[in-house]
């Protein structure tokens, strides 16, 4: 059964074939539409839904498993929750990078696999939690002049640079934060009929 990643991201296109996982790329075009009203939780999922179903529309009734995934910062303020998606330019990375700085956070990703032939999918996330220590303003100067935020929920990438704000996960896998829990991705299309690598082998 052929195996679709519905995502452009270098990081989760790496972190599949990581496991010798066979798969091809379609990124999606879905337009994500946000409800404010989901938990930073369900948004995540509804989010890689959406992404999943836009590129099984494609395939319908192949025999095809789509992956889709999408992933979400959120940070708890007096006010509830605020979510932090990409940064759409310097200015508001930067201000992302202030509201982190010492917090512990939450990264969310949702994952959805879609059986193209049967239109099912099964969904679910996994969410780590982020501790960060205070970032300098100098530190955020120079990790926006990087522009390793770029493309990047809540404007980091703990695989990268990032790491040195970050003093510990809890929870959830590093792997997560990066972009995709490949565990979690593997046993969704284990349960959808697909014979995939076992990581622990």
């Known amino acids: 059964m052929r195996i679709i990643l519905a995502s452009a991201s270098p990081r989760r296109r790496d972190l ?7 798969f091809d790329v379609e990124p999606s ?3 994500e539409r946000v409800d404010p009203a989901l938990t930073p939780e369900r948004l995540a999922e509804q989010l890689a839904e ?7 529309a494609a395939h319908a009734g192949e025999p095809a498993l789509v992956i889709g995934s999408d992933t979400v910062v959120a940070v ?8 932090l998606g990409k940064p759409q330019g310097p200015g508001e990375a930067r201000e992302m990078l202030a509201l982190l700085s010492g917090s512990r956070h939450r990264v ?23 501790s960060m220590r205070p970032i300098q303003p100098a530190e955020i100067d120079a990790y926006v002049a990087s522009g390793e935020w ?8 703990i695989q990268e640079n990032a790491d ?16 995709l829990p490949v ?19």
């Open 150 to 157: 770029r493309d990047k929920a809540g404007g980091y990438a």
């Open 50 to 56: 959406q992404k999943a179903r836009a590129v099984a």
């Open 108 to 130: 969310i990703t949702g994952v959805c696999v879609i059986d193209a032939t049967l239109g099912t999918a099964l969904v679910e996330h996994e969410r780590t939690w982020v």
């Open 183 to 201: 565990t979690r991705t593997l046993a969704l299309l284990r349960r959808s009929g697909a014979r995939v690598p076992d990581p622990a082998e």
């Open 76 to 83: 708890d303020l007096a006010d509830g929750p605020r979510v």
């Open 29 to 31: 075009g879905a337009e």
């Open 164 to 179: 040195a704000f970050v003093t510990g996960l809890e929870e959830g896998g590093f792997d997560n934060v990066v972009g």
């Open 16 to 22: 599949l074939a990581r496991v010798g996982l066979d």
